[in-house]
């Protein structure tokens, strides 16, 4: 199965065209297979093959399964549940398979599952163990951008807020529009080296725009997904991989509300991450009610109104 490196374009802001591709779904592997699906990222990068045409950046989906296993530094993709097809291919090329199990080495199948976080709630911020691919700020004095980091218009702008602290350095300008559709987990800001390469005329830009939802997106996917943002020389890593947590976590609801027992790590009363096997009953009733469970806001100022427990994971600037 082919692995493809990510297109370079000369141009920073250009298209990658409609996203109408069949998502891709990971999986559990100690799960029978009608139980196993843990969530599903869109075909969004493109390979160099027409055939095939688009994938997902390798990173970006091994980050997330990383962060559904409880922030876990170690685990690969396989394309088959025993480990005997991993995924050879480097963080920066495009996976163009249909379905792929996440394997960790302490599990082996069969065996007792390892554990899912099952909220953004329940998820602990992985303190001093951001991978070195988030770029550190490059300049703490700068103030936000008065454009938007994504578009670079500078009439109709919102506030983007990161989880934690309420400072500049937790905050990005975005165009109204594309503030709404941020806020429902639409996109996401991860970083992609390998998108502008030496040979594209411009400097590499670490942060890129990438799409997780391929309904109702409209110019975002087909304008917007892998441009660089600029004006965030001032923000924190920490700003993006939350906000990045948050969005892929929305997306293992169903597989937490399937119906049937799993292995979970919630944070107990006092904030700390507890692993447990829950019945699909108990799950519905923790987890199905849309309630601080399965929704966090994440400007400060929401938080201190609605009191949700993900402020036990805020981390420190």
């Known amino acids: 199965m082919a692995q493809t490196k990510l297109l370079k374009d000369p141009l920073p802001n250009a298209p990658t065209g409609p996203i109408h591709h069949k998502a891709i779904e990971f999986h559990h592997p100690n799960y029978p297979l009608r139980l196993s699906h843990l969530f599903s990222l869109p075909r969004v990068d493109r390979t160099r093959d027409p055939d095939i045409g688009f994938g997902i950046h390798h990173g970006t989906a091994l980050l997330a399964c990383r962060i559904v296993a409880g922030n876990v530094a170690g685990g690969r993709l396989c394309v088959d549940r025993h ?14 398979g249909d379905m792929y199990y996440f394997v960790l080495a302490d599990y082996p199948v069969p065996g007792p599952p390892y554990a899912i976080v099952p909220s953004f709630s329940d998820w602990a911020f992985p303190h001093g163990a951001v991978s070195e691919s988030w770029p550190l700020p490059s300049d703490l004095s700068h103030d936000p951008s008065v454009r938007c980091i994504v578009s670079r218009d500078g009439l109709v702008l919102k506030k983007a807020h990161g989880l934690g602290i309420d400072s500049h350095r937790n905050i990005v300008n975005l165009r109204a529009d594309l503030h709404k559709i941020y806020d429902a987990n639409t996109f996401v800001f991860v970083p992609k080296k390998e998108i502008y390469g030496p040979d594209s005329g411009h ?22 997904h892998n441009v660089p943002l600029q004006g965030t020389e001032h ?22 509300l399937q119906g049937h027992p799993r292995v979970v790590l919630r944070a107990d009363e006092g904030g700390e991450p507890t692993v ?17 469970r399965t929704s966090s806001p994440l ?8 009191g949700e427990r993900n ?4 981390y420190d600037g």
Do not use: C, Q, W
């Open 83 to 96: 480990e005997n097809e991993p995924v050879g291919s480097g963080p920066d090329e495009v996976l163009d």
């Open 311 to 314: 402020e036990d994971y805020r």
């Open 276 to 292: 447990r096997e829950l019945s699909g009953a108990v799950l519905k009733d923790l987890y199905g009610g849309g309630g601080a």
């Open 299 to 306: 400007n400060p100022r929401k938080r201190r109104r609605s």
């Open 203 to 224: 400097d590499p830009l670490p942060y890129v725009l990438h799409v997780l939802k391929n309904d109702d997106v409209g110019e975002v996917g087909t304008m917007f």
């Open 235 to 256: 923000t924190m890593r920490e700003f993006h991989l939350a906000r990045f947590a948050r969005a892929i976590l929305r997306g293992v609801e169903a597989f937490i």
